[in-house]
């Protein structure tokens, strides 16, 4: 996790006294309800401050160095790869900060807890069908849109008078498919035979029988 330039915090609850401090800016951030008072981060420099303990946060990166400074009072430290990032303060009242996605809690009595949001999965990149043949198939009326997605992978429109009737996908094994004695056979490779009824077999070579293959 790279040391972030800022860190966004929002109070847990109204009327919660608290400071975040943003090392990186040199500079406090400040973000409180206007009801609240807020107590400057002079003020808890001033406390002593003793060390409590370092905890290991969610994002298994950043750490808190958590320290009191007098009687419920707290703060925490958030280090990421030797660069602190930010510091948050509390006083009674829980404390809540987060930055892309990891998310902090300190508590009244010193406790951290942290959290990280689950991300977006990336959606897969479309696959883009080009078109590489459009045999007519053996019944003579029937035509066959070939398309290339990738290697070994070639999908087949079957359309009878524009109409399409039927999708074959060959992703690395040969798909078939038959429609009123019709029948047609996608190769992996994208070739296409078609065949009727009354014909033997695909190999054979009679008049009605026809191949075709992706166009160079």
Not at 27 to 52: G, I
Request: glycine share 8%; no cysteine; hydrophobic share 40%.
């Amino acid at each position: 996790m790279r040391a972030p330039r800022t860190l966004r915090t929002a109070l847990v609850a109204t009327g919660v006294t608290a400071v975040l401090a943003v090392s990186a800016a040199g500079a406090f951030a400040v973000e409180a309800p206007a009801t609240a008072p807020v107590t400057s981060a002079s003020h808890h420099s001033k406390a002593q401050r003793v060390h409590v303990k370092t905890v290991k946060l969610a994002d298994q990166v950043s750490r808190a160095k958590v320290y009191r400074t007098g009687e419920s009072r707290y703060e925490a430290e958030i280090w990421a790869k030797g660069t602190r990032y930010g510091t948050l303060y509390t006083q009674g009242m829980p404390t809540h900060a987060q930055h892309n996605g990891l998310h902090v809690t300190l508590q009244p009595n010193g406790q951290v807890t942290s959290w990280v949001e689950r991300a977006e999965p990336k959606p897969e990149p479309a696959v883009q069908r080009v078109l590489v043949a459009t045999p007519t198939l053996a019944d003579g009326v029937t035509t066959a849109k070939v398309y290339r997605l990738a290697l070994n992978h070639y999908e087949a429109d079957v359309l009878v008078d524009g109409v399409q009737i039927d999708t074959l996908v060959a992703n690395g094994r040969s798909a078939y498919g038959e429609n009123n004695g019709l029948h047609v056979a996608l190769k992996q490779d994208g070739q296409v035979s078609s065949w009727v009824d009354e014909t033997a077999s695909p190999e054979s070579t009679a008049p009605r029988s026809g191949s075709s293959g992706p166009a160079a």
